[in-house]
C-alpha cells in the first residue's frame, strides 16, 4: 500500500510562486508514474501534470503548460510541482496520485491518492 502525503499548499496572490510536494510512504514508489491532479469548488477533479517513472517522460494540461513543473527526486523520495505565474483559476485542492503504468490523464486509472493541499490564489 502507498500511502501519499501532499504538502506545500496556502495563499498566495495573483502572478507568484508555489512549490508543491508529494512525499509517498509505504512501499518503495520509484517504480509508479505520479500526477497531479486539482479539484475546484463545484467542479471535476483535472488534470494538471505527470511523471513517469523514470522522471524523463513529463506531461502537462494546457492550462498550466509553460507555468507548471512536475520533478521527482528519487533520493528523497519526493515529487514536486512548481507553480509560477499563478492565476485566480488555479485556486484549487490539489492531490498527487501514482499509477504502475503509463501516461494518463483519467483519474479513475490512478491507485493511490493523497488528502490534498489547497492552493488559494489572490486577484
Known amino acids: 500500500q502507498v500511502q501519499l502525503k501532499e504538502s506545500g499548499g496556502g495563499l498566495v496572490q495573483d502572478g507568484g510562486s508555489l512549490r508543491l510536494s508529494c512525499a509517498p510512504s509505504?512501499?518503495?514508489?520509484?517504480?509508479?508514474?505520479m500526477g497531479w491532479f486539482r479539484q475546484a469548488p463545484g467542479k471535476e477533479r483535472e488534470f494538471v501534470a505527470f511523471?513517469?517513472?523514470?522522471?524523463?517522460?513529463?506531461y502537462y494540461a494546457d492550462s498550466v503548460k509553460g507555468r507548471f513543473s512536475i520533478s521527482r527526486d528519487v533520493a528523497k523520495n519526493t515529487v514536486y510541482l512548481q507553480m509560477n505565474s499563478l492565476k485566480a483559476e488555479d485556486t484549487a485542492v490539489y492531490f498527487c496520485?501514482?499509477?504502475?503504468?503509463?501516461?494518463?490523464?483519467?483519474?479513475?486509472?490512478?491507485?493511490?491518492w493523497g488528502q490534498g493541499t489547497q492552493v488559494t490564489v489572490s486577484s
Open positions: 509505504g512501499r518503495p514508489f520509484s517504480s509508479y508514474a
Open positions: 496520485a501514482a499509477r504502475s503504468g503509463y501516461f494518463s490523464q483519467i483519474v479513475s486509472a490512478y491507485d493511490y
Open positions: 511523471i513517469g517513472w523514470s522522471g524523463v517522460t513529463t
